[in-house]
DNA sequence: TTTTAGCACTCTGACATATTGAGTGCTAAC
DNA sequence: GTTAGCACTCAATATGTCAGAGTGCTAAAA
């Protein structure tokens, strides 16, 4: 799709980009000559680089500053660098025996968890913001279990779990007079004769027998069993964008925490980037988001065959270690897609 | 304890914090002679002004500077000032119906999520960084209901609900050959005749009973029934720091940040505070956090008779809208408790 | 005795101006 | 095709000036 470039071009460019992503300051040719070893002379470099303006892969400040890197020109960085994970990152290996005692089957299983407490280290360990991300209520999700237990005297707590390890929980006061032992008794009638099956066919099945029941019953049957998980977003050092350089002016800081606040946005991009699956790389003004412009992001969706359980991400400015990160988040798809279809039951579309 | 100021002294303080608040600038004589109409001459209130100063009331940047609130200062004017609700903040209205709707007892408990979004509210109306924090596992918990569920082939989610609402659930991985039978009997058995029973006991007699057992029954059962609950701690517009003239420096508004992130500390604060009860506020330096040295902290503890069950609070600059802010948390205070002790089973320690 | 007017003084912040240096673009030589 | 050299540009820094806000002090007024 995008054009070749030739072989002193490419060194030029990734020398480039890199010396950007070290200094977070334009470089001129003289660095790239020197820094980086190119055997071409200060003035050859500033000829390619002048080319490289011309086709859109660097820009210039003004007039006697160094270059930078547009977002075309880390896109085709990140498109023809290929990383690898030893080199990249010194503390791989305590990655990855994190990941070894943490995704051991035997210890206690929420998916929220383990991926907060992963992408914690995560975090630490690149010095970029971390996202986790958990969905909310999926029709695909089957009942597995769902209890009713009294409290105190007028309450009753519903709790629901799905196939993929969710559990609902919700407290409803019973109205005056109500019967507790039959609403209980149908929820029992109901966890024998809906396991497995998929939530929306048992929201179904619940409003046609609704259908025959007072406005009183049916109100506290909604309660209790339509109950909606909200989307659950974690985030992990977001303090580090105070700290970069290109986050200095207060409004592009309060920007990119916005965003990070209000957190619809950022989860309609992870929805849209389930299809892609594997790694995606949204550098700069790619994601749709105004406030994120700045920002490039690094995510992977979480994936039980082709039940969306989850997404992890990384956030950085777009002068990032694309050299760590794309590494780091290659592993932890491969592993964390691995355990959780070894450890989750499987879905499997029989009983739809 | 602290001296008490006259009459002049006072409106001349009063006026300086005032002015300080709302314009976030060194204020000189003539503006407090202006804009608060006080009877006083420009030249009359330096000296006043300066008798404040020695006394550590105010301060001065420099030497043409305006003055500025001492922490001294703010705490003598929050201390002699009568903040009302009504005047305070016109939205007092909205916020007071809104509580209407969501602490309707007919409508889920959940304390998290309640307080979480009347907080949220809280943060918008103030414009400050609102808290919400429900303490980890407290042993003052009696058991409401243990129940054990079987999830896929080898897997068992133990749910245990407590009489402060609160939700405990783990799934645990069954060893090779383990007999699930016999161990959610055992857990049929403890719902049954632990009800009403403080955890710490429950664990107590747990251990007796598991000298008995095997090691890997013993684990298993160690997995199942002995959750502890982490802290839950959520922050709302934390990002409006990012706008406050006073956090324009990076590094302030960065350790601001990692204090919000690292939750820690602001949970022992919580802490501390509970035995305090009512509405705490924390003046800059007076909260033992480096990072908050620039901030206040207004809080409230939530209580069911003896037992903390959370907390919520408000952050912002030192100079904050104290007559905004204070009524709004009086309020709530008084709202959100009596909600607690009408809604939540009450705790008596008969039992204990 | 308390309050106020007047005045000299101080310091910041805004603005204008010079200086430096990094880096470019172009041309001519290698 | 590559490189050295040179004139040029522009941001960043430093320097200098000036207006304005505000103080502290003293002496007069209440």
């Not at 490289?52 to 500053?65: C, D, F, I, R």
């Not at 998929?198 to 019953?217: N, T, V």
Request: glycine share 6%; proline share 5%.
């Amino acid at each position: 799709m995008s054009e070749t470039l030739d072989e002193r071009s490419w060194s030029v460019l990734s020398a480039t980009v890199n010396g950007y992503i070290r200094m977070a300051v334009p470089v001129g040719s003289r660095v790239v000559n020197r820094l980086f070893g190119l055997s071409y002379s200060p003035a050859t470099i500033r000829n390619v680089m002048a080319d490289l303006e011309e086709e859109g892969y660097l820009t210039h400040p003004h007039t006697s500053a160094g270059r930078i890197p547009t977002a075309k020109g880390f896109r085709y960085f990140v498109d023809n660098s290929s990383f690898s994970m030893q080199e990249a990152l010194p503390e791989s290996a305590s990655l990855s025996s994190f990941l070894d005692v943490i995704l051991d089957e035997s210890s206690p299983l929420d998916l929220l968890e383990v991926l907060s407490s992963v992408m914690n280290l995560v975090a630490r360990m690149t010095n970029y913001t971390a996202i986790v991300l958990e969905p909310g209520t999926r029709n695909e999700e089957r009942l597995l279990s769902f209890e009713l237990i009294p409290v105190g005297e007028r309450h009753l707590l519903a709790i629901l779990v799905t196939d993929a390890g969710a559990v609902y929980k919700r407290t409803v006061l019973l109205p005056e007079g109500f019967r507790t032992k039959e609403i209980v008794f149908l929820g029992d009638a109901l966890n024998a004769s809906s396991r497995n099956v998929h939530l929306s066919k048992i929201r179904e099945k619940l409003f046609d027998e609704m259908e025959l029941l007072g406005e009183a019953y049916r109100e506290t049957l909604q309660q209790l069993f339509f109950h909606n998980r909200m989307p659950e977003m974690k985030l992990f050092r977001t303090s580090r964008f105070a700290e970069m350089p290109e986050f200095s002016d207060a409004s592009v800081l309060h920007a990119v925490m916005e965003v990070f606040e209000e957190k619809i946005a950022l989860l309609e991009i992870f929805e849209d980037l389930v299809r892609q699956g594997g790694v995606s790389v949204q550098i700069g003004s790619e994601n749709p988001i105004p406030g994120l412009k700045p920002c490039t992001l690094v995510s992977v969706p979480l994936l039980n065959g082709s039940v969306w359980l989850g997404s992890v991400g990384l956030v950085g400015p777009v002068r990032m270690q694309y050299d760590q990160v794309i590494p780091v988040m290659q592993y932890l798809s491969v592993r964390l897609n691995h355990w959780i279809q070894k450890t989750l039951p499987s879905q499997s579309p029989s009983t739809t």
